[in-house]
């Protein structure tokens, strides 16, 4: 069955490093979708893209945070400088059509310390 | 973009008991969808109802819609150790509108 992949799997960091996040959703699907989770909340959006182009970023903190999917298949989550408040898990998740079933990665664990 | 709401916020029961969860939304929905997530992982698509649909069944899960309460449940027959997860509701107004994830409600199933 089709996953969608993300990596890597746990961070640790130290706060003021970069940090970077991968994810190839499953072949075909349109939309995909960054989300962050604390421990003990559900996700949270931070971006969803629809093939190459954002659609919604308006809870990304644009200061720090920036994603990309450049030729509209994987993306890259980019947190600079990173602070201890980031410490969370990063949800890739895509779907085939927006508002339609969406598919989530493992997910990928960020500890700043 | 609105939140589906879980209630109760957790509950326990024991393996073979049944477990029911509700959820609320506030406006009008395409479709309403169901989540498990197991401790530190992603998050798994249990079901899928549409705004024209009242009831749907996959397996040992219900699920049932009430468009006029703006309500939905999710109820787990015969609940099994491996059913302990948090589960979410999601409601989609449809378009182009986010899916917003609520807190979620922690299901503990004891052995």
């Known amino acids: 069955e089709a996953e969608v992949a993300q990596s890597p799997r746990y961070k640790i960091t130290e706060k003021s490093q970069a940090v970077a996040f991968w994810c190839d959703p499953i072949s075909g699907h349109a939309t995909l979708y960054w989300y962050r989770q604390i421990l003990g909340q559900g996700p949270e959006l931070l971006v969803q893209?629809?093939?190459?182009?954002?659609?919604?970023d308006s809870q990304l903190p644009k200061d720090r945070f920036s994603a990309e999917r450049l030729k509209g298949v994987d993306s890259t989550l980019k947190i600079q400088p990173a602070e201890l408040g980031d410490s969370a898990m990063y949800l890739c998740?895509?779907?085939?059509?927006?508002?339609?079933?969406?598919?989530f990665g493992e997910g990928s664990w960020l500890t700043v310390v | 973009s609105q939140q589906g709401e879980e209630d109760p916020q957790a509950l326990s029961i024991q393996e073979g008991e049944n477990a029911t969860m509700n959820c609320s939304y506030k406006?009008?929905?395409?479709?309403l969808q169901w989540y498990r997530q197991n401790s530190g992982r992603g998050l798994v698509h249990l079901i899928l109802i549409r705004s024209n649909e009242r009831e749907k069944h996959s397996g040992r899960l219900r699920v049932t819609l009430d468009t006029s309460k703006k309500s939905s449940s999710l109820l787990i027959t015969a609940s099994r150790a491996a059913d302990t997860a948090s589960y979410f509701c999601?409601?989609?107004?449809?378009?182009?509108?986010?899916?917003?994830f609520g807190k979620g409600m922690k299901l503990t199933v004891n052995p």
């Open positions: 893209f629809q093939d190459e182009s954002v659609v919604d």
């Open positions: 998740a895509s779907s085939l059509i927006s508002g339609n079933t969406i598919y």
């Open positions: 406006t009008s929905i395409n479709n």
């Open positions: 999601v409601a989609n107004q449809g378009g182009s509108e986010k899916l917003v």
